[in-house]
């Protein structure tokens, strides 16, 4: 299982950018998908889920500002990030799982990407 994220940059506060994750070596639309992040000196954290059939699950500091999406023909899951804050900046990673519940926690989830940086100015 390879996954690889990218899309990550520095952007102002109140801007937009999009992640992408792009996977391979699994059944993509089989696994359950996820974004996290990590902060400097803290610990991964869990951002946003997507199941199977499109069912999206937040963190509520970033509810109505992301969104997440799949594309199963592409084999690609979609992190949108609009109005952000500084306290965005982390280095985003992308998980896959089989775990059919909502899953929240980085030891659900048994695939990781390397994780692309997002920084956001004040």
């Known amino acids: 299982v390879q996954l690889q994220a990218f899309g990550g940059g520095l952007v102002q506060a109140g801007g937009s950018l999009r992640l992408s994750c792009a996977a391979s070596g699994l059944r993509f639309r089989s696994y359950r998908m996820a974004w996290f992040r990590e902060a400097p000196g803290r610990e991964r954290e869990f951002v946003a889920t997507?199941?199977?059939?499109?069912?999206?699950y937040y963190t509520d500091s970033v509810k109505g500002r992301f969104t997440i999406s799949r594309d199963n023909a592409k084999n690609t899951l979609y992190l949108q990030m609009n109005s952000l804050k500084p306290e965005d900046t982390a280095v985003y990673y992308c998980?896959?799982?089989?775990?059919?519940?909502?899953?929240?926690?980085?030891?659900?989830?048994?695939?990781w990407g390397q994780g692309t940086l997002v920084t956001v100015s004040s």
């Open positions: 998980a896959a799982t089989t775990v059919v519940n909502t899953p929240i926690a980085p030891t659900d989830y048994g695939s």
């Open positions: 997507i199941s199977r059939s499109g069912s999206t």
